[in-house]
């Protein structure tokens, strides 16, 4: 069991799990205390001028740079667009900061930037301000990416945990735990019979149609680091209502389940990187659910709970394929590193 | 002289010299193509839903993280409002993306998260979104910190070196050279007779004054990596003029010159991370310095020269003490490597 109150940095603090969730407790909300930090969401919304924006901040330190199904620059791209898309907004500018390991070949570089052009043009976004840090060799890992976002909130009803209401359907966009292990394959060099390959790609056309065609959109959240059950864990604690979720109704793939198992690892904490969880009136549940399934990143979107009432501070319980019910934790410590 | 067409990227391209512009011209550029990255602001400006909005992002590296007059978390902040206040534009959120290598103490990180704060209390910006990732010891250097912010346009007439005209004046916000010489004698364990201390600050009210006021403002801009010198050349190939600046109307201090005198370096090339020069018609510019000087960021504001005609890829000269001219060029390798 890791140390949790340790005195200086842990890998398991970059994990998005507990220890992370400790870091902005003790550390960031309090020093930059403001309602938008506090709100805990993706990104933050606000108005500017009259409109209403998101904006959203990542950095990547993924480890191997290119992995099968994308490498740091398609997660970067996508992993901002995503979050603007949770946050309800359009994305429309990004900005790239690159931090540059000396001796970091020049064809690889090329090879990133094209991968986030790429991207960019698939969701959208114009890549528009930036920066460039080099790094003494041997102080850094290739290169390290932060990215930033901002997009217009297309969304007409607000939306989030607080939004969340008894009776909702718990939707989900596809099989879970791609993205996790396919880094880890493609790092420790495990042959699993197939290529997995990371389902990082963006979320927001899905998003965007939902939101036009006027669902009763709840909230959103992607499931990056923590993977669903974090996700759902900080989502049921933000509505303060339990979720039930059936766990035999989160689809995961052949080679992923094969790969967790030999691994030891729980498919519902790994990571993905086009994935995401919408929890929308029941009323609505079918029509979204036809929507999703019209788009490629959420063809095999499905229903895995739904809202209950009480738990006053939030709580999610999976019921198993015989039959008990447990409750969820957020991921404590960290499954696999620097998997973004 | 160091290797210009190197395949590999070397410490030089981080240095916002010649070799970063190529980085940008060859790599960045051509992938990311695009109107408001090719201006090449400090920033990039556009509208988003009616409103006027400028967008910026930064990462810094800087060796040590603690330094006399600041450190990594107050540059980070003054660095995301200056380049914001060069657009034109009044600072209103940013984002902070923590890359920290494991290990890093918790009580560093504190005390770089109070010294945001505070420079974000200084500026008039709240930081409302962030992101934290963990490297593994020896992957990083403590932490980098990857910034960016949103503001909204208050100038009400379009700025950037295209706007310049023959006639303008040159206005410099103080004396240069402080923070590059600070960070070196911070590094290097340098015993000059006073410390020194850097020049970081906010430049944001002295800017918005500006802006109020309605001075004809041509074009702003910081002197960050590349110094006075490297910000006059671009503006002026922006503005495709001749600037004719007179070296000896600009304040270096003392201790600054007599450490770039030992350290065999030319001031006017020196980082700094709170001076900024602004280009305004020539019938505004006593009332420029006027207001300049009533604030303590910009309170040894000085005239260094003018805008003449000709000269269709503009080219910056400079006057010295004995008369003669010479031409400034951009900084081509690097002077001082990772100073912010």
Known sequence: MPDERPDAVLMAHGG????????LDEIFLPAFNNPLLAARLDGAVGELGGTRLAFTADSYVVRPLFFPGGDIGTLAVNG?????????A??????????????????????VAESMRRAAAAAGVRIVTGDTKVVDAGKGDGVYLATSGVGEVVAR??????????????????????????????REGFAFE?????DCAPLVAPVMELLDAGVAVRALRDLTRGGLATALVELSEGAKREFAVEETAVPVIAPVRAACEMLGLDPLYVANEGRFTALVAEADAERALAI?????????ACRIGRVN?????GRVTARG???????????SGEQLPRIC
Chains 1, 2 share one sequence.
């Open 292 to 300: 999703l399934r019209r788009h490629d990143a959420s063809r095999s």
């Open 157 to 186: 009803a607000p939306m989030g945990p607080a939004e969340v209401r008894e009776g909702d359907a718990i939707l989900l966009s596809g099989d879970v735990g791609r993205h996790g292990m396919a880094i880890m394959s493609a």
């Open 16 to 23: 998005g799990g507990r220890m992370a969730q400790r870091l």
């Open 309 to 313: 009432g009480g738990a006053t501070r």
């Open 321 to 331: 394929a015989i039959g008990a019910r447990r409750i969820l934790d957020r991921l």
């Open 80 to 88: 901002t667009v995503n979050d603007l898309a949770m946050c309800g």
């Open 194 to 198: 197939t290529t997995l390959e990371s």
């Open 90 to 111: 359009r994305p429309a500018w990004m900005s790239a900061a690159f931090i540059l390991e000396e001796g970091f070949p020049f064809a690889d570089l090329k090879r």
